[in-house]
């Protein structure tokens, strides 16, 4: 049996194969929710959690679900954590669910949930269908916080607005600002600004993707003993 990498578990999940910016899979909470950094990490958190316990689950069960039923069983899953989830939002952020609203049901419907327990929790190891999870997650989150904060800084001139909204009201001075003369762009929280935002996100992860592949070609060429 080979041995798993879950290095490169992990880096497919963040970084080159993020559903967000990758596979863009999942673009209609990312879009709709990502006006606001909070916004987004609630969203994202929610959802990670929904992929690990989807992932966990699929990967335990994989060997007695019969392959004709095996998609009707992994929306069951997933669609059971998500209403677990969404209690728990309701108890006990309520204010948060209600800003995200059909964003968190809908989570059931989010083809990157879906695709992962098909395409690797259903193949793989508990501890690796974790990992993959994991790093899914997070870097579906990652995506959503940093459209989310652009947005908001472009747009509002604010950044943290709502912290309070997930983390109690300790948190209720942590809102930075532009200041009050700040007037903010308007299309940066419009539907239209997530788009640009996001299609700026793709091109930044291009071009690094696109130098790293060219410093590991030079480093190669370097290893390979020159001919005689």
């Known amino acids: 049996m080979a041995e798993i990498d879950y290095k490169r578990i992990a880096l497919d999940g963040l970084w080159s194969n993020n559903q967000a910016l990758v596979a863009l899979l999942g673009l209609c909470p990312l879009l709709a929710v990502s006006n606001t950094l909070i916004n987004g990490l609630g969203l994202g958190l929610a959802t990670t959690m929904v992929l690990v316990l989807s992932n966990v689950s699929v990967s335990t069960i994989r060997h007695w679900v019969r392959a004709e039923v095996r998609l009707p069983v992994f929306v069951l899953i997933i669609a059971s954590f998500v209403t677990s ?117 793709i091109a930044v992860k291009n071009v690094i993707d696109k130098r790293l592949g060219q410093q590991q070609k030079v480093v190669t060429e370097e290893a390979i003993p020159a001919s005689p």
């Open 85 to 201: 989830v969404e209690l728990v939002m309701n108890a006990y952020f309520f204010e948060l669910y209600k800003i995200l609203g059909i964003f968190i049901p809908l989570i059931v419907t989010n083809c990157a949930i879906i695709g992962r327990a098909e395409a690797f929790a259903s193949r793989n190891p508990v501890a690796a269908s974790t990992v993959d999870g994991l790093s899914i997650g997070i870097g579906f989150t990652l995506a959503l916080v940093v459209l989310g904060g652009m947005r908001e800084l472009i747009g509002q001139g604010t950044l943290f607005a709502g912290a309070h909204l997930m983390f109690g009201e300790m948190a209720s001075n942590w809102t930075l600002s532009l200041g009050s003369d700040f007037e903010g762009m308007l299309l940066a929280i419009l539907p239209p600004g997530a788009f640009l935002g996001l299609g700026l996100m």
